[in-house]
C-alpha cells in the first residue's frame, strides 16, 4: 500500500496565455468554498492536520490484533488522506490563480511538507501487513466487511512483498521523497525563471520575447523565415546551458537507480511500472509499433510539406495549421459543442456533464498571474473536481475544454461509483477518457462543418494530435528508455551525449536521412526543453490511452453493442483494479499490437479524407 497523498491533476499541453479579457464573469472563475469557505479555515484544517498526523504513529504494532482493528486502522489513515488531498488540492488551486502571490505559494509548500510528514507517520504499514502473511490479511479481509474498501490495497501491499523494505528503511524512502523531486525543481526554476530569454524581431517587426510560452506561440507563424529565427534563437539558448541541463537530468535518472537498486528491482522501467502492475510488454510493444508505424507519421510530413507549399520539409514546419479556421468559438458555444459531440455517451454522461457546466466548477480565462495551460484536478474527492483553462475562443480551447471535462467525468463517475480508497485511477486510464472525448467532438465538428476548409481545419488539428500525442510521447519514452539503459550498464550521460542519442531518435522518427523532414542539428537539444522526463517513464501512457481511447470511440461511433457502457465500466472503476487488467477486461489489450496500428489505420484514414478533398480541388 504505497499510501503518499497524490493529488489527481492531468496534464494538457502547455499552451501560451492569451490576452486577457476586459472582464471576467463570476459564473466562468471557480467557487473554492466547496473546499474551504476562507483562507482561514484552511489554515484551521493545515493545523488540524498537522496535530492529527503524529497521531497514527499509535497504530503501529497493532494491525495484526484482529480484523476490527485492522479496520480502526485504516479508517483513520485514509480519512486523514482524504482532508490532506482536499489541503493539496486547494493550495494547489489558489496558488494558479496568481502565481505571483507568495501566500498562495506558501500554502503549497506547506501541503507539500505535511504530505512527507503523513507518509513518514505512515510507512510503518507495508511492512507490517506483509510481517502478518497472506493468509492472515485475507482471513482478516473474509471476517471484517469494513475491510472490503481496502482489498485492493492490501492484495497490492501483498504483491509488492519482494520490493517492501522493513519498517526503518520505509521510513527512510518516504522521508526522501523532496530529495528526489530537487532535480526537477531545480529544472523547473532554471527553465521558467532564470534562463534569460531572448527577444527577436519578426518580418511583421513583432518583437517576440522567446520565453516557453513565447516559442509555443511564435513556432506557428505563418511567415517560414521567421519560424527559423525562433527555432535557431531559441534552441540556442539550450545549447548555452546544454552542460547544466545535462547535469539535472543526470541526476534525476540517478535517483530512478538508487530507488530500482534498493527496492530490488531488476530496472528503473521495472521499478517505474511496478506499482500499477503494467507489464514490461506494454511499454516495449508501444515502441515496436510505434516504429514499424512510421512510415504513417512520414505520410503525415509529406502531407504538410504539400498543403503548406515546402518542397523539403524541416522541423520548423511542424506547428504552423495547414489551414487557417476564421471562426470564434465563445465558451458558452464551446459548451453546446461538447455537450452535443458527448450524446453517443448516453443522456445520463450528458445530463452530468451539463450540471458540471452549469456550475462554478471551471477557472476559464486568463488573468494576470494565473498559470498558463490547462489541467483537471480531481483531488477533492468530497466536493468536485475543478479545472484551470487559459480559453481563447479558438478551436484548440474548444478542443482543450472537451478534453478537460473528459478528465472531469472520469472523475464524477468514479466518484460516484467507488468508495475513497480505491478512486484515485492511474494515468494509464486517465487519458483515455481525455482523448475519446476530442474524438467524439471531432466527427461532430465535421459532420457540422459550413465547407471543406473548416473540415481541413479540423482534420488538420487532428492529424496534430495523434502526431504530438501518438508518435511524439512515443519517442519520448524511446528515449527515457535509452538513457536509463546507459546509467544501468555503468555509463555516462553529459548534455552532449544526451544531445547524440536524442538527436538520432528525432532524425529516425522524422525520416530525416530519406528526406521526409530534416532535423537541423541545433534541434536536437529539444530534450532538454521536455520537463517530463522528471517524472520517471511517465509519458508512454499518452500514447497508450490514445490507442486504446481510438478502439474504444470506434466501436461507440460505429454502434457497436455494448460498447458504451463497457467504456463508461472503465470509467466507474478507478482504481479498482489494475489499470492494465481495468482496460484489458473491457476488450483492449495494450500488450498486444492491434490498439496501436488501429490509430496508425485511424491516422492514414483521416489523411485520406484530406487527401479526398484536395483531389476534389485539382490539387
Excluded at 467557487?31 to 474551504?36: E, F, Q, R, V, W
Excluded at 482489498?151 to 504483491?159: A, G, H, I, S, V
Amino acid at each position: 500500500m504505497r499510501t503518499t497523498p497524490l493529488c489527481l491533476l492531468f496534464m494538457a499541453t502547455a499552451l501560451p496565455v492569451p490576452a486577457q479579457p476586459q472582464s471576467v464573469p463570476e459564473s466562468e472563475i471557480w467557487d473554492l468554498s466547496n473546499l474551504y469557505a476562507t483562507p482561514e479555515a484552511w489554515t484551521a484544517a493545515k493545523d488540524r492536520i498537522a496535530a492529527a498526523i503524529p497521531q497514527l504513529t499509535a497504530y503501529r504494532g497493532s494491525l495484526g490484533t484482529n480484523a476490527a482493528t485492522m479496520r480502526t486502522a485504516f479508517d483513520a489513515i485514509y480519512t486523514l488522506r482524504k482532508d490532506l488531498e482536499m489541503l493539496q488540492v486547494y493550495a494547489g488551486l489558489k496558488s494558479d490563480e496568481d502565481t505571483r502571490v507568495s501566500e498562495n505559494l506558501a500554502r503549497t509548500q506547506l501541503a507539500d511538507q505535511l504530505a512527507v510528514e503523513f507518509s513518514r507517520a505512515v510507512s510503518f504499514v507495508d511492512p507490517e501487513i506483509l510481517s502478518l502473511g497472506d493468509e492472515k490479511v485475507r482471513s482478516f479481509l473474509a471476517q471484517e466487511p469494513g475491510l472490503a474498501p481496502y482489498r485492493f490495497d492490501l492484495e497490492n501491499t501483498l504483491r509488492q512483498r519482494p520490493h517492501t523494505l522493513g519498517d526503518e528503511a520505509e521510513g527512510v524512502l518516504s522521508a526522501s521523497g523532496l530529495v528526489r523531486g530537487a532535480p526537477g525543481d531545480i529544472y523547473g526554476i532554471l527553465a521558467n525563471a532564470d534562463v534569460p530569454w531572448p527577444t527577436v524581431k519578426l518580418s511583421d517587426g513583432t518583437e517576440a520575447l522567446l520565453d516557453q510560452s513565447g516559442y509555443a506561440k511564435y513556432r506557428a507563424v505563418q511567415n517560414r523565415a521567421d519560424r527559423k529565427l525562433v527555432f535557431d534563437t531559441f534552441w540556442g539558448v539550450f545549447q548555452t546551458y546544454e552542460r547544466t541541463f545535462g547535469t539535472t537530468l543526470y541526476g534525476k535518472i540517478n535517483g530512478d537507480e538508487f530507488y530500482a537498486r534498493v527496492r530490488k528491482y531488476p530496472t528503473a522501467l521495472a521499478a517505474a511500472l511496478a506499482p500499477n502492475n503494467v507489464p514490461d510488454r506494454v511499454y516495449r510493444t508501444l515502441i515496436a509499433e510505434v516504429n514499424a508505424s512510421l512510415p504513417t507519421l512520414h505520410r503525415y510530413f509529406k502531407l504538410r510539406g504539400r498543403m503548406l507549399g515546402v518542397d523539403q520539409p524541416r522541423y520548423y514546419d511542424i506547428y504552423p495549421p495547414l489551414v487557417k479556421l476564421d471562426r470564434q468559438f465563445p465558451v458558452g458555444e464551446a459548451r453546446d459543442l461538447t455537450l452535443a459531440a458527448v450524446a453517443p455517451l448516453g443522456p445520463d454522461y450528458q445530463a452530468r456533464l451539463n450540471e458540471g457546466f452549469s456550475a462554478r466548477w471551471m477557472h476559464t480565462y486568463p488573468q494576470p498571474g494565473k498559470r498558463s495551460g490547462a489541467y483537471m484536478n480531481g483531488g477533492a474527492y468530497d466536493a468536485h473536481p475543478y479545472l484551470l483553462l487559459n480559453y481563447n475562443d479558438d478551436y484548440e480551447s474548444v478542443s482543450t475544454l472537451a478534453h478537460e471535462w473528459g478528465h472531469a467525468m472520469h472523475s464524477r463517475l468514479t466518484d460516484s461509483a467507488q468508495p475513497y480508497p480505491t478512486s484515485q485511477y492511474a494515468t494509464f486510464t486517465a487519458e483515455i477518457a481525455s482523448v475519446v472525448n476530442e474524438v467524439l467532438l471531432l466527427e461532430h465538428m465535421l459532420k457540422q462543418a459550413n465547407n471543406d476548409d473548416e473540415r481541413l481545419y479540423y482534420l488538420g488539428t487532428a492529424l496534430e494530435g495523434m502526431r504530438g500525442t501518438f508518435y511524439r510521447q512515443t519517442m519520448f519514452a524511446e528515449f527515457e528508455l535509452a538513457i536509463h539503459e546507459v546509467v544501468e550498464k555503468g555509463g555516462s550521460l553529459t548534455g552532449q551525449e544526451l544531445t547524440v542519442i536524442y538527436g538520432d531518435l528525432l532524425r529516425r522518427y522524422h525520416g530525416h536521412s530519406d528526406g521526409v523532414l530534416i532535423i537541423d542539428e541545433p534541434y536536437t537539444r529539444e530534450w532538454a526543453y521536455i520537463p517530463h522526463f522528471y517524472r520517471d517513464f511517465y509519458v508512454y501512457q499518452y500514447a497508450t490511452s490514445m490507442a486504446a481511447a481510438n478502439m474504444f470511440a470506434d466501436r461507440i461511433l460505429g454502434g457497436e453493442p455494448g460498447a458504451v457502457d463497457a467504456y463508461l465500466g472503465l470509467l466507474k472503476a478507478g482504481g479498482s483494479d489494475h489499470p492494465y487488467q481495468l482496460v484489458l477486461a473491457r476488450g483492449v489489450d495494450l500488450a498486444t499490437s492491434a490498439p496501436y496500428r488501429s490509430t496508425a489505420a485511424r491516422m492514414n484514414l483521416i489523411m485520406d479524407r484530406i487527401e479526398t478533398i484536395l483531389a476534389q480541388r485539382g490539387k
